[in-house]
Every structure is written in C-alpha cells, then in structure tokens.
C-alpha cells in the first residue's frame, strides 16, 4: 500500500531563518505531488506541485520554493522566513494520469510557528 | 474559475443528531467531487467521492449526491457521534487539472 511522510511534525522558526520541510511517498510511481498551506481558521491554499522530477508549478508567489530531487521526495523551503509563513503545511499525492477522479491523498501535515 | 462554497461554521451538535454540511461549487467541465475530513491536529483523509451527476459517494454512515442541476453535493450523517468531530472540506477537481480546489472547511462538534 502507499504511504506518505512528513517531517518534521512541528517546527518553531525565528523570522529570518531558513527552512526545510520534507515529504516522502512510498508504495507508488510517478505521482503528482502537491504542497498546501493551511492558516489558522482558513481553508487550504495549494503552494505547488509536481507532475515529474524538476518540474514544478507555482500557484502563489512568495517567499517559498520546492523542489523534486527525486521520484518520490518533495521539498518546501525557503531562505528567509516571515511572520505569515506560520500555518500548517501539507504534502499531497494523487496518481499521475488518474484523471479528475482520482483524489490526492495528505500526509499527516507540520505544523510551523516562526516566531 | 473553478470554486467551492461551503456553509459557514462551526456547527455544534449533540450526539445521535442529522448532520447536513451544504457545498456548492462553479465549475468549468464536469468536475469530479470530494468531501475530507481533518481530524484535530492531523491531515486530510478522504471520506467520499462522486465522479459524475447523480452518483451517491458514502462512507463511515456519511452520504452526498452529485446534483449537477443544482451544482450541489451536500454531506449528511443521520446520527453523528463524538469521534465525527472534526473539520469537513468539500472539493472539486476537473478534467486535465491536476490541484484540487477546497471549500473553507466546516467545523463540526459533537456534544455528548
């Protein structure tokens, strides 16, 4: 079966500060993967996703980027954190080519506090 | 563009109550819908889905219907208990997209 891994789980960051959030999938190839932020009170904003290695779309311009290194790995940073960076992140797959049936399955999120 | 409305909450309920959680959505395409659940402290966990019009998705005593007529796909329970406390998320996803959009979530609790 597949699964997907977050780290870390909680995370406290001075403003200014780098960061490094990771996620994992095993049990599958080839998947679309997804970052999505969820600020306290609201819904979830999709950040960017990846139909392949080194391909990435941005849905929001800001201070973070990701990256693919891998089949399966997808990375969220960014150089210098803000205050608004805080919230909860959330990494997700889906099958690549599943079409508009096929849901996105969530890792169990990091919550990040910058301070 | 494509977007979900859900009804605003919280919701608060005693145990063995109807739960109605009403989502509508504008899409371009026939899209395919989503309800998630995120319990507290944790990720999203689909509950159900329906593909096409008139499909009914269930799970764990949940139901919705996809009602293209009336661009709905409302999520009901008819005797929710404790452990249904949570935040619900309607979504919708289309044809040669790959993101899911999101409603704003509904918070749920339920009394004993």
């Known amino acids: 079966s597949q699964t997907i891994h977050q780290w870390p789980a909680t995370l406290v960051q001075p403003v200014g500060s780098p960061l490094s959030l990771e996620c994992t999938v095993e049990g599958t190839s080839n998947p679309n993967l997804y970052w999505y932020r969820q600020a306290a009170g609201r819904g979830l904003q999709l950040l960017f996703y990846s139909v392949g290695i080194g391909q990435i779309s941005s849905e929001v311009p800001q201070n973070l980027s990701a990256s693919r290194p891998q089949d399966r790995q997808f990375i969220l940073s960014s150089k210098k954190l803000l205050l608004s960076d805080s919230g909860f992140y959330l990494c997700?797959?889906?099958?690549?080519?599943?079409?508009?049936?096929?849901?996105?399955?969530f890792g169990n999120g990091t919550r990040l506090t910058v301070t | 563009g494509d977007s979900v409305t859900q009804m605003e909450g919280p919701v608060t309920l005693s145990e063995e109550a109807f739960l109605t959680i009403n989502c509508t959505y504008t899409?371009?395409?026939?899209?395919?819908l989503f309800w998630y659940v995120q319990y507290p402290g944790e990720g999203l966990q689909l509950l159900l889905k329906?593909?096409?019009?008139?499909d009914k998705g269930s799970n764990k005593g949940f139901e919705a219907t996809y009602r293209k007529e009336t661009t709905s796909f409302h999520l009901e329970k008819g005797s929710v208990q404790v452990s249904d406390s949570a935040v619900y998320f309607c979504?919708?996803?289309?044809?040669?997209?790959?993101?899911?959009?999101f409603g704003a979530g509904t918070t749920v609790t339920v009394r004993a």
């Open positions: 329906a593909t096409k019009a008139d």
């Open positions: 979504a919708l996803r289309i044809s040669n997209d790959y993101k899911l959009s």
């Open positions: 899409a371009t395409g026939y899209p395919s």
């Open positions: 997700a797959w889906s099958v690549r080519g599943g079409g508009s049936n096929s849901p996105l399955h």
